[in-house]
């Protein structure tokens, strides 16, 4: 046994152990405020019982031989994005009540930066439904940019075969990363957005991905959750490691993000300090993990190579 938990631990990561705190942590802050959730001791349970399973599943799967099993223990942790950012609705309430946003304090900085609040001003000088149209698809492509970076990674020759799982590896530890603190900021400095502070939407017409992004905000956004930008912050991260592995790729992607970035503004789903906010966390995050970062298995200590 003493072995197999040997083995097993080389397989475990470093981007697990920063789930199983960020569960394990998170879990216990409705304990602060009881009154914002019914049931925290249920609450706590999911988490725990969900950090148990990151702790031992995937660097099981991570030792399978199936590719199948092997590709889930490695790319797990964007799937549970969606419950992380849905807890977001009460977790801010622990410390924040639910009219004390920071959104004062962003509009004041922008005023005094550029004299004006862009996101409120770019719409009423450019009211073109082509151009928020465009700008709607931009911001829509948040949800499938990593999708495109996973299969590219998984699919292309450029990337030899002894690189694919390290370079794979890498994509998904600077994506977990980077949201797993958007998620931790947003508990702690909430911010609306000038969309749901004062605005409203914006007054020019649409098409389809104007439509497809009302519904998805009527029905899946939360309150509080502006700053840093998550959508800038995280499709830096397929941006820059599909920059970096298919050159091929580069002038369209970066003309994505660039559009990406500038959507958010004009669409008013993010302040302009958002958005550099979400530069900022995307290049800090691959800074640290082309330094730092996990990309290949450990290796056990020649004792226990031994046993």
Do not use: N
């Not at 490695?74 to 609705?89: D, S, V």
């Not at 939360?222 to 930008?229: D, H, K, Q, Y």
């Amino acid at each position: 046994m003493r072995r197999f938990l040997s083995r097993l631990s080389l397989q475990r990561l470093d981007l697990d152990r920063w789930t199983v705190v960020y569960l394990v942590v998170s879990g216990f802050y409705p304990f602060l405020q009881p009154s914002v959730t019914p049931r925290p001791w249920l609450g706590l349970a999911v988490h725990l019982m969900l950090a148990l399973a990151i702790w031992y599943l995937p660097p099981l799967a991570r030792r399978s031989p199936h590719p199948v099993l092997r590709l889930a223990g490695e790319i797990y942790l964007p799937f549970i994005f969606p419950f992380f950012y849905g807890e977001m609705e009460y977790l801010e309430l622990v410390f924040y009540d639910f009219h004390a946003s920071l959104d004062p304090y962003f509009i004041f900085l922008e005023e005094k930066i550029f004299g004006c609040q862009p996101s409120l001003v770019w719409s009423q000088v450019w009211p073109w439904p082509w151009l928020h149209e465009l700008f709607e698809f931009a911001y829509f492509s948040y949800y499938f940019t990593a999708l495109l970076a996973l299969i590219l990674i998984l699919r292309s020759r450029i990337i030899p075969d002894e690189l694919r799982w390290p370079a794979l590896r890498a994509f998904i530890r600077d994506l977990g990363a980077t949201m797993l603190i958007c998620y931790t900021l947003y508990t702690f400095l909430p911010v609306w957005g000038p969309k749901y502070f004062q605005v409203g939407p914006v007054e020019v017409p649409g098409w389809l991905f104007t439509r497809i992004m009302e519904h998805i905000h009527t029905h899946g956004s939360i309150l509080g959750a502006a700053f840093p930008s998550s959508h800038v912050a995280a499709t830096m991260i397929p941006w820059w490691h599909i920059c970096k592995w298919f050159p091929q790729h580069r002038w369209w992607m970066t003309l994505l993000f660039v559009t990406l970035c500038a959507s958010t503004v004009y669409c008013r789903y993010h302040y302009v300090v958002d958005v550099f906010g979400g530069l900022l966390l995307g290049s800090a995050v691959l800074w640290l993990g082309a330094r730092f970062g996990e990309t290949s298995p450990r290796r056990l200590p020649l004792s226990d190579q031994h046993e």
